[in-house]
C-alpha cells in the first residue's frame, strides 16, 4: 500500500503560468516532506522542503504549502520556465528518517 | 558536476554474473543509501549505513550485498541476479538521516 501518492502522472503547463503539483500521504506520523526534480539520465535534485510543524515555505520561484488534516501537501512554481520541465517527486520523511517516495509527475513547460 | 558519482552509468549482465556498482560522494556527509527505481514505480530503499554501519535493510534479497567501507563509499555487490532486478539504481548521501539526501545519477542495470 503505497503511503505517498503522486495521482497526476504529468502536466503541461504554459511559460509564465502557474504550475502545481499535488502529493497525497496517508501516514499522519510523516514529520517531514521533500520535493526532488530529476532530469532524464540524472539522479534526483533537492528542490525544496517543509517541516509538518508549518503550512508554507518558499524559496524563489517555489512554494511548497502542507495541509496537515488534508494528508496534502503541493509544490507551486511561478512563473514556470522551459528549463522546469522535468519529473518531480515528493518524499515523506517517518520518525526512522527513512525517506518514502510518490511515483512521480512529470512536467512540462511549453514555450 | 555532482556530489555524488555513482559508476558504472550503464550495467548488461547475465544472471550468473558477479559484477559491484560503486558510489563515491565528495560531500562529506556521514550517511549513504542504495535505491531502486523500476518503471513505473517509486524509488525504493534498499540500504542505508550510517556511520558506515548499516542501519536498515529493507528486506532486500541476499543476492544484493551493500558495502561501505568508509564514510566516503559504498558499493552494491551484485550476484546471480534475476530479470526482475533490472532496474535504475541510485546511490543518496546526507549529512545525518535526518538531512535532505543528495543522489548520483544512478547506474542504470539490465540483466539478461
Known amino acids: 500500500d503505497q503511503q505517498v501518492k503522486q495521482n497526476s502522472p504529468s502536466l503541461s503547463v504554459q511559460e509564465g503560468r502557474i504550475s502545481i503539483l499535488n502529493c497525497d500521504y496517508t501516514n499522519s506520523m510523516f514529520d517531514y516532506f521533500l520535493w526532488y526534480k530529476k532530469y532524464p539520465a540524472e539522479g534526483p535534485t533537492f528542490l525544496i522542503s517543509?517541516?509538518?510543524?508549518?503550512d508554507k515555505n518558499e524559496d524563489g520561484r517555489f512554494t511548497v504549502f502542507l495541509n496537515k488534516s488534508a494528508k496534502h501537501l503541493s509544490l507551486h512554481i511561478v512563473p514556470s520556465q522551459p528549463g522546469d520541465s522535468a519529473v518531480y517527486f515528493c518524499a515523506a520523511r517517518g520518525n526512522t528518517g527513512k525517506l518514502i517516495f510518490g511515483q512521480g509527475t512529470t512536467l512540462q513547460v511549453k514555450p | 558536476e555532482t556530489g555524488v558519482t555513482q559508476t558504472p552509468r550503464h550495467l548488461v549482465m547475465g544472471m550468473t554474473n558477479k559484477k559491484s556498482l560503486k558510489c563515491e560522494q565528495h560531500l562529506g556527509h556521514n550517511a549513504m543509501y542504495w535505491y531502486k527505481q523500476s518503471a513505473k514505480k517509486p524509488l525504493e530503499l534498499m540500504f542505508v549505513?550510517?556511520?558506515?554501519?548499516?542501519?536498515e535493510n529493507n528486506s532486500v534479497p541476499s543476492r544484493f550485498s551493500p558495502e561501505c567501507p568508509n564514510s566516503s563509499h559504498l558499493f552494491l555487490h551484485l550476484h546471480t541476479l534475476q530479470p526482475e532486478d533490472s532496474a535504475l539504481y541510485l546511490c543518496a548521501s546526507s549529512l545525518g538521516r535526518n538531512q535532505p539526501q543528495h543522489f548520483g545519477d544512478g547506474t542504470r542495470l539490465s540483466i539478461l
Open positions: 549505513y550510517s556511520l558506515e554501519e548499516r542501519v
Open positions: 517543509i517541516s509538518s510543524i508549518k
